[in-house]
């Protein structure tokens, strides 16, 4: 009996690795406001680019626009300030965004605390396909920028977000149309 229970015992213990559960930092939901996003793009700096972000009737936040070079623009993205800043899990390494792309590069760009004047960013390719994809972005890939300039600080630590932004700005003037679905970390 007493090996029967050992045996069960050690079993237990090594029936099942523990795997990291994703957390969600955003999941967009036909309850999602279209205005939990804010739209910034160049003209703050006085160019021309143009984006617009809305709610699909699937509920998948729907970022589309126009890229313009002109007048040293270049860039359009959605921000979200989150109501409090989020604490990742200890183990966590990665974003995990289920994405259907349009084939061109976005960035993905995390500030850990309101007071910071710098991103963390990555940048990633998507597929042409219309299928959903999963782009994972690991946080040591996250380096601090600000104003597309590097800033001399460590890598993104994963610790936690208090705001979230995606940006296409590839340095060529297009049109571009991404649907994002949920933004996890595992």
């Known amino acids: 009996m007493r090996i029967l229970v050992l045996t069960l015992l050690i079993s237990s213990c090594m029936a099942t690795p523990t795997t990291n559960p994703m957390t969600t930092v955003f999941d967009f939901t036909t309850d999602t406001p279209a205005n939990a996003w804010n739209v910034e793009d160049d003209v703050v700096m006085g160019g021309r680019s143009s984006s617009q972000f809305t709610i699909t ?27 409090t800043p989020q604490t990742l899990p200890e183990d966590a390494s990665s974003f995990q965004l289920r994405i259907k792309g349009d084939g061109k590069d976005y960035t993905l760009r995390v500030k850990a605390k309101a007071s910071q004047n710098y991103y963390h960013q990555a940048t990633f390719p998507t597929s042409k396909v219309e ?56």
């Open 131 to 186: 299928e959903w994809e999963t782009i994972a972005i690991a946080f040591a890939s996250m380096s601090a920028m600000r104003y597309g300039k590097a800033v001399d600080v460590p890598n993104y630590a994963g610790e936690q977000v208090t705001q979230i932004q995606l940006l296409i700005g590839n340095g060529k003037e297009q049109d571009f149309a991404v649907e994002l679905d949920v933004i996890e970390v595992l």
């Open 57 to 83: 009737e699937e509920g998948h936040g729907r970022f589309t626009g126009h890229v313009s070079l002109e007048n040293n623009g270049g860039f359009a993205s959605i921000r979200h300030q989150l109501e």
